[in-house]
């Protein structure tokens, strides 16, 4: 049964995952801007939903203030940092290297107000529930794929059905049209970040709530997010999504042969074979130059 | 007061020869690696176990680390340099994270997380060199030498096929030029001559253990070059002695909770490096504007996204 009880645990880890990685894609995808403080909003957002429970608030109020932290830091980054970068040239590395500084301080600082080690949120849905013979699972663990899904299914929806969303999916094609159409793609850019920024939220606020916090947990979400996007297929949100679910899997799987300082050993093995034999991903898209 | 300064003029010589490297593969080919760190590790404990089980004569432990940083870097950059910038700095932040646990498990080798203890000091022609008053002089040396063989391949033949392909990399191919070759050339080199500044540091310390080689020190090697100045000559080492300098300085401002120096420090030169990418990416040496990474890959919204070329490349 140890198989199976991985399995489930991998699904949940996958879940939290699949999320985060989808919000980094969403952004990737369809502004080309690399957010490298991806993982630092999905700290900023944990840690905030982690003293809204220290303060004693309701969780719905919690969740709220996870989100609205989570989406302020995207946007900011993307109004305050990336535009003006982007207004005098703009290359791939000099977006890189100043989200990736923006990323150390948000880390640093919340490690400053929280403290460096490790808490975790202890509610009623963490404990696990006997299903059968040696198998626990906990609630959240139903909760993390049902939000996966959920969000999935929203965000499909969103970027089919409404007028931004297609506006979002146009910019990944040709920016140029976007602005020959009259839409400002700075604009587009903003929706990006406030959509891809608010999908750390659940994962975040689970992960609080199962395997705990530390502020360097960033850079360990950003690995996890680049290598979904990238075994996924760059710019395939679908793919993001199973690629997540993937990683989490195999992640919690492979402790049946290794020990659990391992895991991230297998994130990479995954990683670089998708390197070595099929860079475009899962869902990769053969695009012509 | 003055072994203080001997030792902070050591550890800004040893990390200089990180920056100056890092450097090589960052501003003349436009490789962006979080993984420096790994090769200034793996150079300090190759270094630290020839030193101990072979001989602590300088011409032994270093040519070895260099041949087993070069070697590990030969298996990061052969399959992600057939692709595009965003697969390498994933592939190195992921190797980086490896490496760490691999340096903290592989107890026969590493000595695990207590790390390696009693490395014998450097040898130089018979003389043990461990005073930091003698140590001084040898580490500058040293990185006068990275300098003086840096300075050579950035003009040479190869250095201006390095900035060709850091320019325009389809440009390059159309010349003739085997990009995928030269940049994993490169990225051996630097590993190589990292591993040299590991050894350097072994020796010195004569105790090493995984913390010195944690993605902390890569980040931090790779925010003096930036801040410094990307693809300058001396900017690296202007950006290593500012960094190394920092917690001192703060540590006289006497109202900081002296806990909080290390993230009080990180956080500093990441809004550093931030603040520096809006306003003068090229860095404090560097000029104004970047012009080194313009064409590199040009990812603004409006122009023509790099990452449907590498999906290109993958394809194929």
Known sequence: MLW?????????????????????????????????AHGATFVLAAYVFYWAYQAGLPAPLGILAAAVAAVALGVTMDRLVYAPIQRHEGSFFTVFVASFGVGIAVQNIVGMVFGRSFVTVTTELSRSVKILDGVYVSPLAWIAVACAALFFVGLQWFLRRTHVGMALRALSDSPELIRAYGLDPRRLSTYAFALGSVLVVPGAIITAATSG????????????????????GIGSIGGALAAGFLLGLAESLALIVFESQWTEAVTFAILFLFILLRPAGLFGRAATS | MAAYLLNLGVLISIYSILA?????????AGIYSLAHAVFFGVGAYAGALAAMHLSASIFVTVPVAMACAAVLSLALALPALRVRGEYFVAASLGLQVLAVTIFAEWKSVTGGIGGLIGIPPVDLFGQAVYRPASFFPLSLAVLAIVIVVTRLLVRS????????????????ASFGKNVPLIKTISVVISAALAAVAGTLYAGYLSFINVESFMLDTSVLVMAMVIIGGTGTSWGPILGAAILLLLPGLLSYLSFLPPTEIGAIQQTLYGLGMAILMIFRPG??????????????????????PPAVEAKAEGAR
């Open chain 2, 20 to 28: 100056i490297t890092l450097n090589f593969i960052m501003g003349y």
């Open chain 2, 283 to 304: 860095g404090l040496v560097g000029r104004g504007k970047a012009r080194e990474t313009k064409s590199a890959a040009k990812v603004a919204v409006g122009q023509k």
């Open chain 2, 157 to 172: 033949s190869f250095g201006r096929n390095l900035t060709a392909i850091r320019d325009s990399e389809s440009a390059a």
């Open chain 1, 213 to 232: 916090l530390n502020p360097a947990l960033g850079h360990h979400v950003m690995l996890i997010s680049l290598a979904a996007t990238i075994v996924g």
């Open chain 1, 4 to 36: 199976l009880q991985l399995a489930l645990t991998g699904l949940q880890v996958g879940a939290v995952y699949a999320l985060t990685a989808v919000g980094f894609s969403l952004i990737f995808g369809s502004t080309r801007i690399f957010h490298f």
